[in-house]
Protein backbone atom coordinates (compact mmCIF):
# COMPACT_ATOMS: atom_id res chain seq x y z
CA UNK A 1 0.00 0.00 0.00
CA UNK A 2 2.89 2.59 0.57
CA UNK A 3 4.74 1.76 -2.98
CA UNK A 4 0.90 2.57 -4.01
CA UNK A 5 0.70 5.73 -2.64
CA UNK A 6 4.10 6.64 -3.07
CA UNK A 7 3.30 6.22 -6.89
CA UNK A 8 0.89 7.88 -7.08
CA UNK A 9 2.34 11.44 -5.71
CA UNK A 10 5.07 10.88 -8.41
CA UNK A 11 2.33 10.67 -11.13
CA UNK A 12 0.59 13.43 -9.61
CA UNK A 13 3.90 15.63 -8.90
CA UNK A 14 4.80 14.94 -12.62
CA UNK A 15 1.13 15.62 -14.28
CA UNK A 16 1.55 18.83 -12.86
CA UNK A 17 5.32 19.87 -13.63
CA UNK A 18 4.25 18.56 -17.57
CA UNK A 19 1.39 20.42 -17.65
CA UNK A 20 2.83 23.75 -16.45
CA UNK A 21 5.50 23.39 -19.56
CA UNK A 22 2.42 22.84 -21.84
CA UNK A 23 0.22 25.77 -21.39
CA UNK A 24 0.92 29.40 -22.83
CA UNK A 25 3.36 30.86 -20.27
CA UNK A 26 1.97 34.64 -20.64
CA UNK A 27 -1.45 33.60 -18.66
CA UNK A 28 -1.77 34.53 -14.87
CA UNK A 29 -4.23 34.42 -13.15
CA UNK A 30 -7.25 37.58 -12.76
CA UNK A 31 -6.05 38.92 -16.13
CA UNK A 32 -8.80 41.57 -17.45
CA UNK A 33 -10.18 41.86 -20.74
CA UNK A 34 -7.98 45.15 -21.79
CA UNK A 35 -5.28 42.29 -21.17
CA UNK A 36 -7.01 39.50 -22.99
CA UNK A 37 -8.57 41.19 -26.17
CA UNK A 38 -4.67 41.24 -28.06
CA UNK A 39 -4.87 37.66 -27.13
CA UNK A 40 -7.35 35.96 -28.47
CA UNK A 41 -9.62 36.86 -31.30
CA UNK A 42 -13.51 36.76 -30.19
CA UNK A 43 -14.41 35.09 -33.61
CA UNK A 44 -12.49 31.67 -32.80
CA UNK A 45 -14.44 31.30 -29.78
CA UNK A 46 -15.70 27.68 -29.31
CA UNK A 47 -18.71 27.10 -26.68
CA UNK A 48 -17.87 24.01 -23.96
CA UNK A 49 -20.16 22.76 -21.28
CA UNK A 50 -17.37 24.57 -18.89
CA UNK A 51 -17.77 27.73 -20.01
CA UNK A 52 -18.92 30.38 -17.65
CA UNK A 53 -20.26 33.57 -19.14
CA UNK A 54 -22.94 33.21 -21.86
CA UNK A 55 -22.21 35.37 -24.76
CA UNK A 56 -26.11 35.69 -25.77
CA UNK A 57 -26.56 36.27 -21.72
CA UNK A 58 -23.94 39.07 -21.49
CA UNK A 59 -25.85 40.56 -24.41
CA UNK A 60 -29.46 40.35 -23.51
CA UNK A 61 -28.40 42.01 -20.17
CA UNK A 62 -26.95 44.76 -21.75
CA UNK A 63 -29.68 45.19 -24.29
CA UNK A 64 -31.57 45.71 -20.78
CA UNK A 65 -29.22 48.31 -19.04
CA UNK A 66 -25.82 48.69 -20.88
CA UNK A 67 -22.81 47.38 -19.08
CA UNK A 68 -24.77 45.11 -17.45
CA UNK A 69 -23.40 42.67 -19.59
CA UNK A 70 -20.08 43.52 -18.97
CA UNK A 71 -20.68 43.38 -15.22
CA UNK A 72 -21.74 39.97 -15.58
CA UNK A 73 -18.92 39.17 -17.38
CA UNK A 74 -16.58 40.30 -13.88
CA UNK A 75 -15.31 43.47 -15.91
CA UNK A 76 -17.08 45.88 -13.81
CA UNK A 77 -15.09 49.09 -14.55
CA UNK A 78 -15.68 48.35 -18.38
CA UNK A 79 -20.05 48.09 -17.52
CA UNK A 80 -19.83 51.21 -15.40
CA UNK A 81 -18.11 53.27 -18.52
CA UNK A 82 -20.68 52.05 -20.69
CA UNK A 83 -23.70 52.52 -18.20
CA UNK A 84 -22.15 56.25 -18.19
CA UNK A 85 -22.09 56.60 -21.93
CA UNK A 86 -25.49 55.80 -22.30
CA UNK A 87 -26.42 57.98 -18.97
CA UNK A 88 -25.25 60.97 -20.97
CA UNK A 89 -26.63 59.96 -23.97
CA UNK A 90 -30.03 59.79 -22.45
CA UNK A 91 -29.67 63.40 -20.41
CA UNK A 92 -28.53 64.76 -23.79
CA UNK A 93 -31.49 63.53 -25.44
CA UNK A 94 -33.70 64.83 -22.06
CA UNK A 95 -31.94 68.40 -22.36
CA UNK A 96 -32.86 68.67 -26.33
CA UNK A 97 -36.41 67.71 -25.34
CA UNK A 98 -37.21 70.02 -22.55
CA UNK A 99 -35.02 72.84 -24.91
CA UNK A 100 -37.17 72.05 -27.77
CA UNK A 101 -40.63 72.33 -25.62
CA UNK A 102 -39.37 75.38 -24.13
CA UNK A 103 -39.39 77.05 -27.35
CA UNK A 104 -42.74 76.02 -28.71
CA UNK A 105 -44.23 76.88 -25.26
CA UNK A 106 -42.61 80.48 -25.29
CA UNK A 107 -42.71 80.99 -29.09
CA UNK A 108 -39.13 80.96 -30.39
CA UNK A 109 -38.57 78.65 -33.22
CA UNK A 110 -34.66 78.81 -32.73
CA UNK A 111 -35.27 77.44 -29.22
CA UNK A 112 -37.35 74.91 -30.42
CA UNK A 113 -35.36 73.68 -33.78
CA UNK A 114 -31.74 73.86 -31.67
CA UNK A 115 -33.54 71.25 -29.02
CA UNK A 116 -34.76 69.64 -31.70
CA UNK A 117 -31.06 69.46 -33.07
CA UNK A 118 -29.81 68.41 -29.27
CA UNK A 119 -32.84 65.86 -29.16
CA UNK A 120 -32.30 64.10 -32.42
CA UNK A 121 -28.03 63.85 -31.86
CA UNK A 122 -28.77 62.57 -27.99
CA UNK A 123 -31.07 59.57 -29.49
CA UNK A 124 -28.62 59.18 -32.20
CA UNK A 125 -26.09 58.70 -29.57
CA UNK A 126 -28.49 56.53 -27.37
CA UNK A 127 -28.80 54.07 -30.21
CA UNK A 128 -25.27 53.94 -31.00
CA UNK A 129 -24.24 53.58 -27.04
CA UNK A 130 -26.97 50.89 -26.67
CA UNK A 131 -26.20 48.81 -29.83
CA UNK A 132 -22.25 48.73 -28.72
CA UNK A 133 -22.87 48.05 -25.82
CA UNK A 134 -24.44 44.59 -26.47
CA UNK A 135 -21.79 43.97 -29.32
CA UNK A 136 -19.13 44.24 -26.36
CA UNK A 137 -20.80 42.41 -23.75
CA UNK A 138 -20.82 39.51 -26.12
CA UNK A 139 -17.16 39.93 -26.99
CA UNK A 140 -16.23 40.26 -23.49
CA UNK A 141 -18.13 37.51 -22.61
CA UNK A 142 -16.27 35.00 -25.89
CA UNK A 143 -13.00 36.67 -24.81
CA UNK A 144 -12.94 36.05 -21.18
CA UNK A 145 -14.30 32.25 -21.81
CA UNK A 146 -11.91 31.77 -24.27
CA UNK A 147 -9.50 33.02 -21.77
CA UNK A 148 -10.21 30.63 -18.81
CA UNK A 149 -10.63 27.39 -21.34
CA UNK A 150 -6.64 28.15 -21.65
CA UNK A 151 -6.39 28.29 -17.84
CA UNK A 152 -8.05 25.12 -17.58
CA UNK A 153 -5.65 23.46 -19.74
CA UNK A 154 -2.89 25.07 -18.05
CA UNK A 155 -3.57 23.75 -14.51
CA UNK A 156 -5.88 20.63 -15.22
CA UNK A 157 -5.42 17.35 -15.19
CA UNK A 158 -7.64 14.10 -14.39
CA UNK A 159 -7.11 10.99 -12.42
CA UNK A 160 -9.08 8.03 -13.18
CA UNK A 161 -8.94 5.04 -11.38
CA UNK A 162 -10.14 1.48 -13.04
CA UNK A 163 -10.34 -1.85 -10.62
CA UNK A 164 -10.40 -4.82 -11.72
CA UNK A 165 -10.94 -8.88 -11.58
CA UNK A 166 -9.06 -10.83 -13.18
CA UNK A 167 -8.90 -14.74 -12.15
CA UNK A 168 -5.40 -16.72 -12.85
CA UNK A 169 -4.32 -20.62 -13.04
CA UNK A 170 -2.20 -21.12 -10.05
CA UNK A 171 -1.24 -25.29 -9.11
CA UNK A 172 -4.36 -25.03 -7.03
CA UNK A 173 -6.45 -24.42 -9.67
CA UNK A 174 -8.14 -21.19 -10.49
CA UNK A 175 -7.92 -17.76 -8.66
CA UNK A 176 -9.02 -14.36 -8.57
CA UNK A 177 -6.83 -11.15 -8.45
CA UNK A 178 -7.58 -8.10 -7.71
CA UNK A 179 -6.07 -4.56 -9.52
CA UNK A 180 -6.18 -0.40 -9.71
CA UNK A 181 -5.33 0.72 -12.95
CA UNK A 182 -4.26 4.36 -12.67
CA UNK A 183 -4.54 6.79 -15.53
CA UNK A 184 -3.74 10.36 -15.37
CA UNK A 185 -4.25 12.55 -18.49
CA UNK A 186 -2.95 16.36 -18.50
Known amino acids: MKRFIIILAIAMASALGASAQVANTELTEGMKYEQLKHMYNYKEYSET???RYSPAGAGIASFFIPGLGQMISRE???????????AAAYIVTGVGGIFAGSGQYYGETQLENTGAIIGLVGMVSMITVDICAIVDAVRVAKVKNMYEQ????KYAFDVDFHPSVNYIQTADGVQPTAGLTLALRF
Do not use: I, Q
Open 49 to 51: VYD
Open 76 to 86: VGRGFAWFGGA
Open 150 to 153: DLRK
